[in-house]
Nanobody, 124 residues
Framework: QVQLVESGGGLVQAGGSLRLSCAAS????????VGWFRQAAGKEREFVAA????????DYTDSVKGRFTISRDNAKGTIYLQMNSLKPEDTAVYYC?????????????????WGQGTQVIVSS
């Protein structure tokens, strides 16, 4: 089992920045790929970004490319999502997730462990 706890969400004005963190505990997650997903009110949960076990490979949904950066510190057991140039459409609950595999994946079904989420609100 892997337990995940997200933090860093909040209210920010459009154009601002936030850094989300996801602390992992339990079984070591150093060998697993990690992803960030988000779910806006009334919408399906969607992929945002993912990083391979080593950090050498990343993937992003088109709408956040150039604005968001995913990273990980395996020694600290923490995954980060740096979000810059935030837009109102980025408003959502953000979830981190771990998959029992090393490679990046973008679909929800391929992730095995999920956090409870952290709310991000971007005001216009």
């Amino acid at each position: 089992q892997v337990q995940l706890v997200e933090s860093g969400g909040g209210l920010v004005q459009a154009g601002g920045s936030l850094r989300l963190s996801c602390a992992a505990s339990g079984r070591t997650f150093a060998n697993y790929a990690v992803g960030w997903f988000r779910q806006a009110a009334g919408k399906e949960r969607e992929f945002v970004a993912a990083i391979s076990w080593s950090g050498g490979s990343t993937d992003y949904t088109d709408s956040v490319k150039g604005r968001f950066t995913i990273s990980r510190d395996n020694a600290k057991g923490t995954i980060y999502l740096q979000m810059n140039s935030l837009k109102p459409e980025d408003t959502a609950v953000y979830y981190c997730a771990v998959r029992r595999g090393v490679a990046v994946r973008t679909t929800i079904d391929e992730y095995d462990y999920w956090g409870q989420g952290t709310q991000v609100i971007v005001s216009s």
